[in-house]
């Protein structure tokens, strides 16, 4: 049974930083790509970043581009996401995804593509 477990959320003013963790347990994600994915009330489930384990190559949407990034370290089976300049816009429940299959460009940003999922960590931005 493949476990992802999100860290890090918490309450933050605009403008501040926060590091989401997400720890990986029961199975080796040596050639799985990795994502964040974010919802607000309301509002679909979008992607936010993807990493794919081995290589390392990394995807970013747009929205968080410049402000976010995301790593990896293998050691630990954990993927991060350091989130700065935050925006009352970025308030969501953050989630932490793993795919089993490695994933294309053009795969990353789908939700449905990924095979496990976090419980989720709220991130909420004041103003």
């Known amino acids: 049974q493949v476990q992802l477990v999100e860290s890090g959320g918490g309450l933050v003013q605009a403008g501040g930083s926060l590091r989401l963790s997400c720890a990986a347990s029961?199975?080796?994600?040596?050639?799985?790509?990795m994502g964040w994915f974010r919802q607000a009330p309301g509002k679909e489930r979008d992607f936010v970043a993807a990493i794919t384990w081995s290589a390392g190559s990394t995807y970013h949407a747009n929205s968080v581009k410049g402000r976010f990034t995301i790593s990896r370290d293998n050691a630990k089976n954990t993927v991060y996401l350091q989130m700065n300049s935050l925006k009352p816009e970025d308030m969501a429940v953050y989630y932490c995804?793993?795919?089993?299959?490695?994933?294309?460009?053009?795969?990353?940003?789908?939700?449905?593509?990924?095979?496990?999922w976090g419980q989720g960590t709220q991130v909420t931005v004041s103003s």
């Open positions: 029961g199975h080796t994600f040596s050639s799985y790509a």
């Open positions: 995804a793993a795919a089993k299959s490695p994933l294309t460009v053009g795969r990353v940003g789908r939700a449905y593509e990924y095979d496990y």
